[in-house]
């Protein structure tokens, strides 16, 4: 089970207080997108095996929304930040590249 910690009330508790919410750091279309921009933002989503940004909400605590960098084919978090970031922070992005070599950010921007 994995284990969370709200970077918005500093509670760290296991994943059933928290409800996942999808992928992170997408661009939100509006009325003026196309409708295969539009039907990429709703449908085609990332499901990588390996690093993946993804957005949590603490339900059962704070209830405010908070993004995790972590690794979906070991479960490793690598940290929590907040939802209103337009990418993670760089000690989330230093913690990742020190235990995957020649990953890279630009990657998934």
Request: aromatic share 12%; hydrophobic share 30%; glycine share 8%.
């Amino acid at each position: 089970m994995l284990q969370l910690e709200c970077p918005n009330c500093g509670v760290t508790a296991e994943e059933t207080e928290f409800a996942q919410g999808g992928e992170a750091h997408l661009t939100r279309r509006g009325p003026e997108a196309s409708e295969q921009e539009f039907h990429d933002y709703l449908f085609a989503k990332e499901n990588p095996r390996g690093v993946h940004f993804e957005r949590w909400r603490h339900v059962n605590g704070c209830g405010k929304w908070f993004h995790v960098a972590r690794c979906t084919a070991t479960l490793e978090i690598f940290g929590t930040y907040s939802a209103q970031t337009l990418e993670p922070p760089r000690e989330i992005r230093d913690r990742i590249s020190k235990k995957r070599p020649g990953w890279s950010w630009r990657e998934f921007a």
